[in-house]
């Protein structure tokens, strides 16, 4: 029964294509004030993958959430995507996970044994994680939806925030890209046949192996890529860090026949807000359309993109593809007076 539920058809969005615009967020929080208890070392005034909230000089919680309507149809698969993508948010922050709690809300006439199949492969990336699953909070609603609030812990002294990038650094990024385009083409079934597996297998690799290779060299900030794409997330990190970025878009590593498909604007409708939000910021230069959409692509449990010391990018990369990473060194920060007057973000397509 569970294999009978065709769960894209019953969502209007597709995974973190679902996301508030990061435009409109910034909106939303206009006049909030920050908050002032200082063992809250990242809150949600700086736009970072995750709360951190010190315990003990040593020990700090890190804290997310994340949830979203599915982007396949198997139930199994779904849950397995959507915590991986809760995950990825401490793994960005360097932390290891401890706990996790779910998030539903499915419609009331949902066959059993597809609501349990998605619970079942939530527990399975959080026990791949090596993290405990705690109980959570469901709900019915017209449309489903999953994901987790997820705990870690990690020491205050080695937090890998997005805002911390220096001049210099490379850019690493570690999974394919594309997820978003992918999702759409397989819920309008114009998907090539290779196209799904190739998404499905980015997404449910957790960015446990990337993060622990991380912690062992000179990164100075990182963030994981989801709904605000390449550019919105990069932006956020040389906004905080004061900097500008250079990115090279034929680096990336792209799922198969993407770039097709953005040729022939099947898009999900979150690339378009990502670029209303990014392309001010953005010179793109000779960049073609169809690869600066990729760029514009909401990903669901997406890769992190690393801001490495330059000396050590060699390394970092290597011990990546060691240890079955697909890195690529994808770009570098540099200062902002090294990019036109108004931008913070600079594609140099071959």
Known sequence: MADAVKLTKLADCAGCGAKVGAGMLARLFEGFSAPRDPNLIV???????????????????????????????????????????????????????????????????????????????????????????????????????????????????????????????????????GIGIAATAVKGGVARPDLEEAMVDAMVTLNRAAAEVMMAHAVHAATDITGFAVLGHVLEMVTGADAAAELDPDAFLLLPGVRDLAAMGILPAAVYRNRRYAEGAVEAGSTPLDLADVLYDPETSGGLMMAVAAADAPALVDDLVRAGVPARRVGRIVAPDAVPPGKRIVLTAR
């Open 43 to 177: 809150g949600f005034d700086h736009a970072d993958d995750a709360a951190v909230y010190r315990l003990a000089p040593d020990l700090a919680l890190v804290e997310t959430v994340d949830f979203f309507p599915p982007m396949v149809d198997d139930p199994y698969v779904f849950g397995q995507v959507a915590a991986a993508n809760a995950l990825s948010d401490l793994y960005a922050m360097g932390a290891r996970p401890i706990m996790a709690l779910n998030i539903m809300a499915v419609p009331e006439d949902m066959p059993q044994d597809a609501v349990r199949a998605i619970l079942r492969g939530g527990a399975a990336m959080v026990a791949e994680a090596g993290a405990s699953l705690a109980g959570g909070h469901s709900i019915y609603d017209t449309e489903p939806k999953y994901g987790m609030a997820v705990t870690g812990v990690v020491d205050p002294a080695r937090i890998v925030r997005n805002d911390t990038a220096q001049v210099g650094d490379a850019l690493v990024y570690t999974k394919p890209l």
